[in-house]
Nanobody
Framework: QVQLVESGGGLVQPGGSLRLSCAAS????????MGWYRQAPGKQRELVAT???????NYADSVKGRFTISRDNAKNTIYLQMNSLKPEDTAVYYC???????????????????WGQGTQVTVSS
């Protein structure tokens, strides 16, 4: 059974930093794109950043220059370093991964999207 487990959320003052981690566990053949999405109260879930299996990142305009996504393929883990945090960054942050299971790989199926349970990030003084 595949799981995505996030950690690193919390309360931070404006201008502060946090680092989120997300580890994929289970029997996995390969992982394509991984990333972070967030959802603030009353708003739709939005993309924060994604990263390919080759390490190419993509960022939402609202976080460019402040957030950095990275990936450790050996550990099936991604990280999100968040600097210069603003109150508008407050949200539940969800990890996302496109995971190919061995049994699906054998029959030529595509990767499946998995989501973590979410971790709360609150930016407030």
């Amino acid at each position: 059974q595949v799981q995505l487990v996030e950690s690193g959320g919390g309360l931070v003052q404006p201008g502060g930093s946090l680092r989120l981690s997300c580890a994929a566990s289970g029997t996995i053949a390969s992982i394509n794109d991984m990333g972070w999405y967030r959802q603030a109260p009353g708003k739709q879930r939005e993309l924060v950043a994604t990263i390919t299996d080759g390490g190419r990142p993509n960022y939402a305009d609202s976080v460019k220059g402040r957030f950095t996504i990275s990936r450790d393929n050996a550990k099936n883990t991604i990280y999100l370093q968040m600097n210069s945090l603003k109150p508008e960054d407050t949200a539940v942050y969800y990890c996302y991964a496109e995971i190919l299971l061995p049994e699906h790989e054998r029959v030529g199926r595509r990767a499946t999207a998995y989501w973590g349970q979410g971790t709360q990030v609150t930016v407030s003084s």
